[in-house]
Nanobody, 127 residues
Framework: QVQLVESGGGLVQAGGSLRLSCAAS????????MGWFRQAPGKEREFVSA????????YYADSVKGRFTISRDNAKNTVYLQMNSLKPEDTAVYYC????????????????????WGQGTQVTVSS
């Protein structure tokens, strides 16, 4: 079992930045594909970003490309999501997810491919 705990959410003005963290425990996660998803009220959970072992192996939703950066520190068992130039439409609960399966990128965008999930952290961007 892998436990994931997100932190770093909060209230920020449009144009601001936040960095989310996801701490993993239970098993070494260096080989896991790690993902970030988000869910706004009344909407389905949507893919934000995912990465394999290194930042060179990362993938982003078009809506966040160029503004968000995913990274990981395997020594700390932590994955991060740096969010810059935030927009009101980025407001959502953000979830960290993990899978030990080396899924291709198209499947990594699907929430059903992930085995473990955190409890979520709220991000609110005011206009």
């Amino acid at each position: 079992q892998v436990q994931l705990v997100e932190s770093g959410g909060g209230l920020v003005q449009a144009g601001g930045s936040l960095r989310l963290s996801c701490a993993a425990s239970g098993r070494p996660f260096s080989n896991y594909v790690m993902g970030w998803f988000r869910q706004a009220p009344g909407k389905e959970r949507e893919f934000v970003s995912a990465m394999r072992q290194t930042a060179a192996n990362s993938y982003y939703a078009d809506s966040v490309k160029g503004r968000f950066t995913i990274s990981r520190d395997n020594a700390k068992n932590t994955v991060y999501l740096q969010m810059n130039s935030l927009k009101p439409e980025d407001t959502a609960v953000y979830y960290c997810a993990a899978t030990p399966t080396d899924v291709p990128w198209m499947r990594a965008t699907m929430a059903s491919e992930y085995d473990y999930w955190g409890q979520g952290t709220q991000v609110t961007v005011s206009s």
